[in-house]
């Protein structure tokens, strides 16, 4: 079974700062997405990855398949950014059926 | 933007009780899904939804639980008999099919707002 693993579990930052979020996972995967968890608890769907890198305005997203790895980036964090970030992976089922990491709680302090 | 939609809320039920969950899935998609967050956790996947049937589902998705599509919009997950340890959020998502992105950031699954069940 896959474990994702994400960090930081909480990370605080100044308003401007570039700020990474990092995920690893165990197994291989077919795609791996980056979400965003409102603080009211909705979910929105950033980024899905399978190899190399996408960018939309402020944010980044890079997988290493070799590694296992991906990164989401947020330059020039602001505070709407804050929200908990959520990596997720799928092994080549359905779609949807997806192993999800803890998720990292970022608060952006003006 | 075209969203997924999910009724009610939130809901307070009492242990044993039936509970159905609704959602109305983006029109034109064809995969549907169900996933339950219990407060404080990870969300966990439930079930997938394709052509009328269940095509992949989790271990959590036992007896107690059945999905159905009764017209050709909504999309139920329906727990029979709930139980305390059933109390979490639950979304709805759904995607347009294997392999279609739809936008810039290659997504393919899109979430409602969740139902809040609380179980007393």
């Known amino acids: 079974k896959n474990e994702v693993e994400q960090s930081p579990q909480n990370l605080t930052a100044q308003e401007g700062e570039f700020i990474t979020i990092n995920c690893s996972y165990s197994v291989g995967i077919s795609a791996l997405h980056w979400l965003q968890q409102h603080p009211g608890g909705g979910i929105v769907s950033l980024f899905m990855?399978?190899?190399g890198k996408k960018k939309h305005g402020r944010l980044i997203a890079t997988i290493n398949i070799q590694e296992k790895h991906s990164s989401l980036h947020i330059t020039a964090s602001h505070p709407r950014d804050s929200a908990v970030y959520i990596c997720?992976?799928?092994?080549?089922?359905?779609?949807?059926?997806?192993?999800f990491g803890k998720g990292t709680k970022l608060s952006v302090k003006p | 933007e075209p969203e997924v939609t999910q009724t009610p809320s939130h809901q307070v039920t009492q242990m044993g009780q039936e509970v159905i969950l609704r959602c109305v899935p983006i029109?034109?998609?064809?995969?549907f899904y169900w996933y339950r967050q219990i407060l404080g956790q990870k969300v966990e996947f439930l079930v997938s939804f394709y052509n009328n049937e269940i095509s992949e589902k989790s271990e959590i998705f036992d007896d107690q639980f059945s999905v159905e599509r009764p017209d050709g919009s909504n999309f139920t997950l329906k727990i029979r008999s709930t139980k305390l340890e059933d109390s979490a959020m639950y979304f709805c998502?759904?995607?347009?099919?294997?392999?279609?992105?739809?936008?810039?950031?290659?997504?393919?699954?899109?979430f409602g707002e969740g139902s809040w069940l609380t179980v007393v």
């Open positions: 998502a759904s995607s347009p099919g294997r392999g279609i992105t739809t936008t810039y950031s290659g997504n393919t699954i899109y």
């Open positions: 029109s034109n998609h064809l995969y």
């Open positions: 997720a992976v799928g092994g080549g089922g359905s779609q949807g059926n997806l192993i």
């Open positions: 990855l399978s190899s």
